[in-house]
């Protein structure tokens, strides 16, 4: 995600453009106002489409997860018919297979599931530039 860009209430901090009227003062707050909410709601639609698309990937992820939990599942299914048909060698390699194949989905899922979690998906630089601007709106009101 790029830098926040400079935001029309470090300009007016700075000293920037200082109209000696009342009607001038009140003018450049509208303006600068309306130029602080248009960036705010650009940083929030970007931080939301950046939660969604690490939403997207942890579907998948649990999605995937499921899918190669479900094959390790019929391997030892698989193993089981095996092991009780001919009690032979070839049924441990099977049950092998089966129980690596259903870690691997199993670590997958909860891989996923902490991609889905909370915290991952928090907008953080929407609050952080909402309470920069409040500070610097102080500031300059006090």
Do not use: C, N, Y
């Not at 003062?25 to 602080?36: A, D, H, N």
């Not at 248009?38 to 499921?66: C, D, F």
């Not at 441990?92 to 915290?119: C, I, N, P, T, Y």
């Amino acid at each position: 995600m790029q830098p926040h860009p400079l935001s029309a209430l470090d300009a007016v901090a700075s000293g920037e453009r200082q109209p000696k009227t009342t009607l001038g003062l009140v003018r450049r707050l509208v303006e600068e106002l309306s130029i602080l909410f248009r960036q705010e709601v650009a940083l929030a639609r970007a931080e939301v489409a950046e939660s969604l698309s690490a939403a997207k990937k942890g579907v998948a992820a649990i999605a995937l997860g499921g899918a190669v939990l479900f094959a390790g599942f019929m391997v030892l299914l698989a193993a089981a018919v095996l092991g009780l048909a001919e009690v032979m060698a070839a049924w441990v390699a099977a049950l092998v297979v089966g129980v690596l194949v259903s870690l691997a989905g199993h670590f997958m899922l909860l891989a996923g599931r902490k991609r889905l979690e909370a915290s991952a998906l928090k907008p953080t630089e929407i609050q952080h530039s909402l309470r920069r601007d409040i500070d610097v709106l102080g500031r300059r009101l006090s």
